[in-house]
C-alpha cells in the first residue's frame, strides 16, 4: 500500500513539505480512537532486547539523525515500533540552514541528496519539547553540532552547550563533526580538534555526576588511515562507539544521469549507493575498535540482506533513514523477522 499507493502521491510534492504533511497525518491519526493499537499492529516487530553501553533498547533498529530535528515528532516516532531515535542535529543557536531547495530524491538509486545544514530552532525550544514528553518508551541519542557562526576553535563550547542542556532528557549523545552542509566541519574530525572537544565534553560536571553514553558520527569519505586515530582519540576519551556513517559526498556508480545530478550540486548522499561504503567502513572500524566500544551501522540500509551485512561487519545497532522514506513504516518490522 505504502510503495504502489502512499508513496507515489507524496512524491509529487517536494521533499520537505512531503515530510511535513506526512508526519502531521501520522500525529493525526494517533489522536483516533483504535488507530494507535492498528498502527502498532500492523508495523511494530517483536521485541529483539540487546544491551548496548549499558541501555537496554527493545530492538537494534533506530532511526537516524535528520529526521526529526527538532523533537517534534517523537511519539509518533515511538508508534512505528523503532527501538531508539536520534534527534538533531541540534545547536546552540537557531539557524536556518542553508537556502532552499536542500532535500532531493534520487529515486533511480533508492537515494536523497541533502544539503539542509543544520537547520533547526535550537537546543533551548528543544529542550521545551522534551520537558512535555512523558513515560515515552523510545530510546533518545541527542545529536549535537555547532553553528554555521561558530568558528572552528571555538566549536567545542557549541557541543558542550547543548550537551549539558540536553542531559537530562535524553539517554545518549552522538557528536556530529562529519556533515558535509556546514563548512569546514568536517575538520573537526582531525585528531587535535576531535580530542578538544570530546574532552571537553567528558570534562562537564553533568557528565561526571551522571555519565550518559558518547558515540561520535563520522564521514564515508575518511581515508582509511585516518581510522585508527580516530578510534585512539575516541578510546582516550572513553567513548562508548561510533556511528559510521554520515552521508558521503561521493557521486560514484549512479544510475542517475549526470546532468540531473550537476543541476542539484553539492550535498551528502545517502541511500542505497552508500551501503558498501558504509558497511567497509564499520568493517574496518571493527577490526581495530577495542571490545567495549560499540559500532552502530547506517547507510543504505533497505533490507534484510543490508542489515546481514552490517551485523556481519561488526554494528551491534543499526539506523535508517532513506530506506524509510522508500520502503515505508513496514521496513522496521521487514528488518527484524
Known amino acids: 500500500m505504502y510503495r504502489f499507493f502512499i508513496r507515489p502521491l507524496f512524491f509529487l510534492l517536494p521533499p520537505e513539505k512531503a515530510h511535513q504533511i506526512a508526519m502531521h497525518l501520522l500525529r493525526f491519526s494517533l489522536y483516533i480512537p483504535g488507530m494507535k493499537s492498528l498502527i502498532k499492529t500492523l508495523y511494530n516487530p517483536k521485541e529483539h532486547p540487546i544491551e548496548v553501553a549499558g541501555i537496554g533498547f527493545k530492538n537494534p533498529v533506530g532511526l537516524a539523525a535528520g529526521f526529526d530535528k527538532d523533537a517534534k515528532y517523537v511519539r509518533e516516532i515511538e508508534a512505528l515500533g523503532f527501538g531508539f ?37 535550537g537546543v ?19 545529536n549535537i553540532g555547532k553553528n ?19 542531559h537530562p532528557y535524553v539517554d545518549f549523545f552522538v557528536v ?9 566541519l568536517r575538520a573537526l574530525q582531525e585528531a587535535e580538534s ?11 560536571p553533568i557528565q561526571h555526576s551522571n555519565p550518559k553514553p558518547i558515540f561520535l558520527k563520522i564521514a564515508p569519505d575518511l581515508h582509511s588511515d585516518a581510522l585508527p ?35 542539484i550540486g553539492a550535498g551528502g548522499l545517502s541511500g542505497k549507493p552508500l551501503h558498501s ?12 575498535l577495542p571490545e567495549n566500544m560499540t559500532l552502530i ?28 522514506i522508500y520502503q515505508g513504516p513496514a521496513l522496521i518490522r521487514q528488518l527484524l523477522k
Request: net charge positive; with cysteine; glycine share 6%.
Open 148 to 166: 554555521k557562526a561558530t568558528p572552528n576553535e571555538k566549536a567545542a563550547e557549541d557541543y558542550r552547550i547543548c550537551l549539558a542542556k540536553l
Open 229 to 263: 586515530e580516530i578510534v585512539e582519540v575516541c578510546a582516550q576519551n572513553h567513548l562508548a562507539g561510533i556511528i559510521a556513517t554520515n552521508t558521503t559526498i561521493s557521486r560514484s556508480k549512479l544510475r542517475t544521469p549526470s546532468s540531473r545530478l550537476e543541476a
Open 297 to 324: 551501522g547506517v547507510g543504505g540500509i533497505q533490507s534484510q540482506e543490508d542489515l546481514k551485512r552490517m551485523e556481519k561487519a561488526g554494528a551491534q545497532l543499526f539506523e535508517v533513514f532513506t530506506g524509510f
Open 277 to 288: 561504503k558504509a558497511v567497509q567502513f564499520v568493517q574496518a572500524l571493527h577490526s581495530i
Open 124 to 142: 533551548d525550544i528543544m529542550v521545551e519539547r522534551l520537558q512535555k514528553i512523558k513515560n515515552r518508551t523510545i530510546i533518545l541519542g541527542g
Open 85 to 121: 531515535m536520534e534527534i538533531g542535529t541540534v545547536t546552540p543557536r537557531p539557524q536556518y540552514g542553508n537556502p532552499k531547495p536542500r532535500l532531493f530524491r534520487i529515486k533511480n538509486d533508492n537515494a536523497l541528496i541533502n544539503r539542509m545544514g543544520f537547520n533547526n530552532d
Open 176 to 184: 556530529n563533526v562529519s556533515s558535509p552542509n556546514t563548512p569546514n
Open 194 to 204: 576531535l580530542n578538544t572537544i570530546l574532552s571537553t565534553l567528558q570534562s562537564e
